[in-house]
Nanobody, 119 residues
Framework: QVQLVESGGGLVQPGGSLRLSCAAS????????MGWYRQAPGKQRELVAI???????NYVDSVKGRFTISRDNAKNTVYLQMNSLKPEDTAVYYC?????????????WGQGTQVTVSS
């Protein structure tokens, strides 16, 4: 089994910053893409950012220039640095990892961490 544990969410004022972390552990053979989704109340879950094992990144247009995704392959950890936060960034943020165990390869998900941007 693979477990993803997130940290770093919270309440921040508009214009502020937060850094999310997500560490994958367990019976991991390989980790491929890692990334972050978010889901705001009443909205569908959307992909925020993704990073490949080689470090290539992609972002949803609404966060380009404000968010930075990175990873530490040695620690199987993905980060999301969020700057210039806006109220519309308020959501539950979920990390995921495309990982292979000895049994299977599939996407694994974190439990979610709340990010609230409000004055």
């Amino acid at each position: 089994q693979v477990q993803l544990v997130e940290s770093g969410g919270g309440l921040v004022q508009p214009g502020g910053s937060l850094r999310l972390s997500c560490a994958a552990s367990g019976s991991i053979f390989s980790v491929y893409d890692m990334g972050w989704y978010r889901q705001a109340p009443g909205k569908q879950r959307e992909l925020v950012a993704i990073v490949t094992t080689g470090g290539s990144t992609n972002y949803v247009d609404s966060v380009k220039g404000r968010f930075t995704i990175s990873r530490d392959n040695a620690k199987n950890t993905v980060y999301l640095q969020m700057n210039s936060l806006k109220p519309e960034d308020t959501a539950v943020y979920y990390c995921y990892a495309d990982a292979r165990t000895i049994v299977t390869r599939r996407n694994y998900w974190g439990q979610g961490t709340q990010v609230t941007v409000s004055s």
